[in-house]
C-alpha cells in the first residue's frame, strides 16, 4: 500500500474527528481548526514513511511498531 493511499486512509478515518476537537479548542474558528488538521496530517505524513534506518531493511512500520500492511 502506498504512502499516499495510507495517508488518505488516516485523514478518511480521523479527520473529521480531529476537526471537531480543534474546532472546540479554538472556540469555533474553523480557518485556524483546519490550519491544525493539515498541520497535524503533515506531521504524520513526515512521521510515518518508512524509514529503513529506524526499520531495517525496508520495512513500512507506524511510529508505534504496527505494520501498515
Not at 504512502?3 to 472556540?27: F, I, K, N, Q
Not at 474558528?29 to 496530517?41: F, G, H, I, K, S
Amino acid at each position: 500500500m502506498s504512502a499516499v493511499v495510507r495517508m488518505r486512509r488516516v485523514h478518511a478515518a480521523h479527520g473529521g474527528p480531529l476537526r471537531r476537537y480543534l474546532l472546540r479548542l479554538t472556540t469555533g474558528d474553523p480557518y485556524v481548526a483546519d490550519n491544525l488538521v493539515q498541520e497535524t496530517m503533515l506531521r504524520t505524513w513526515t512521521t510515518c514513511r518508512p524509514n529503513p534506518r529506524r526499520c531495517g531493511r525496508g520495512c513500512s512500520s507506524w511510529p508505534d511498531g504496527r505494520s501498515s500492511t
